[in-house]
Structures are given as C-alpha cells and as structure tokens.
C-alpha cells in the first residue's frame, strides 16, 4: 500500500551537485516526518536529512551546509540537494516516511535505495 519512489542518483565529480527525489503515495503526505538516510559498504545506516510535517528540518555535521530538505505537499514529494560533494558522500540513499500511529508508537517506511557515487 505505501509506495516511496526516489530518483536522482548517479555519477558525480567531487565539488559537484545532485538533487535526489522521493514521491510518495499510500499516505497521508502532509502529516508524515520525511527523511534522507545513507548506508556506504560495510557501515550502518546513517540519518543526513530530516523534516518535520511544519518543516522543520535536522542536519548531522558531516553534511550541514551542504545538504537541504524540503518537502512539496502539493505533489507529494520529498527533495535532498547536495551540493559540495566529496568521495565519502559515495552511499545508498533512501527516502524514510515516519507516522505517528498513538503516543510515542511510529510507522516507519522506506524507499528501495539509489546510488550516488562521488569520484573522478
């Protein structure tokens, strides 16, 4: 029933850019916490990019000031731009979708991953 498409992935130069993409259906959009989070091999999967449904947004320090969320509830679609690439930022990205069902109880749900490599 809840469907997280992303696109935007791909082969990038280092000091480049890429916008990622991550539509999302089965949901009520305008109430779901939206994240971006990144796995590289052999290590765990780490949150980059976080926004609330009142857009309020989260950063670790290995991306702030490069990276930015947002969100468009008209079309039902989560963006990452990344700007000032470097070869570590090479992972799987996915697209998270959280829901508060009662209380502290969350939904999470998550896209099937695209690849972004950083390299010369």
């Known amino acids: 029933q809840v469907q997280l498409v992303e696109s935007g992935g791909g082969l990038v130069q280092p000091g480049g850019s890429l916008r990622l993409s991550c539509a999302a259906s089965?949901?009520?959009?305008?109430?779901?916490?939206m994240g971006w989070y990144r796995q590289a091999p052999g290590k765990q999967r780490e949150l980059v990019a976080a926004?609330?449904?009142?857009?309020?947004?989260n950063y670790p320090d290995s991306v702030k000031g490069r990276f930015t969320i947002s969100r468009d509830n008209t079309k039902n679609t989560v963006y990452l731009q990344m700007n000032s690439l470097k070869p570590e930022d090479t992972a799987v990205y996915y697209c998270?979708?959280?829901?508060?069902?009662?209380?502290?109880?969350?939904?999470?749900?998550w896209g099937q991953g695209t690849q972004v490599t950083v390299s010369s």
């Open positions: 926004i609330t449904s009142g857009g309020s947004t």
């Open positions: 089965g949901i009520i959009f305008s109430i779901a916490a």
């Open positions: 998270n979708a959280r829901i508060g069902v009662v209380a502290t109880i969350k939904d999470d749900y």
